[in-house]
């Protein structure tokens, strides 16, 4: 992980760095793929009062750059209080992406029943591989026992194709 620190109008000492470089490390215990973090502190001073900004930016592998600008009086509070705003969010990336993993796991293990009643949903799999012709869905959906066809068209707009009660075919 590249990690760099900027003080904008405000001179960093080295207890600063150590202190944003260890809050750095603890970034690290989520397991995702950290690329670079950053970290500007500056100084503001509006209406006779003084305070702190620090800004973190961490960029993640393949998802969106989290950022965090947090204020205070103190330097420290304000660090702490970014930090634990990105570890919410990085707690939250990483218990969605271990629910996804467990997920297929689940499906994998999902044994559907051999009797179905009449009001029981059964979960399918949809088979969207290419786009299909209304012509080739209506001659796939006659050769099926199926009601009804779910397909992506030519124009990439997803259509569906049903069969009524009177033997017609219906389209959306």
Not at 20 to 29: M, N, W
Request: aromatic letters at 8%; glycine letters at 4%.
């Amino acid at each position: 992980m590249n990690t760099s620190i900027v003080g904008k109008q405000f001179e960093l000492t080295e207890s600063i760095k150590e202190y944003v470089e260890k809050s750095f490390d603890a970034l690290g215990k989520y397991g995702l793929d950290i690329i670079s973090a950053r970290c500007v502190i500056s100084a503001d001073e509006r209406h006779g009062k003084k305070g702190f900004w620090a800004e973190f930016s961490i960029n993640l592998a393949g998802i969106n750059t989290v950022v965090v600008k947090q204020k205070d009086k103190d330097l420290y509070a304000a660090i702490d209080l970014a930090i634990d705003r990105i570890s919410k969010v990085l707690r939250r990336l990483h218990d969605k992406n271990i629910t996804h993993k467990h997920q297929d796991e689940i499906k994998e293990n999902l044994v559907l029943p051999s009797v179905v009643e009449e009001d029981e949903i059964i979960p399918m799999e949809l088979e969207l591989y290419k786009p299909l012709e209304i012509e080739e869905a209506l001659e796939k959906l006659k050769a099926s026992k199926d009601i009804f066809l779910v397909f992506n068209d030519i124009d990439a707009k997803m259509r569906v194709l049903f069969k009524k009660k009177d033997g017609k075919f219906g389209l959306f």
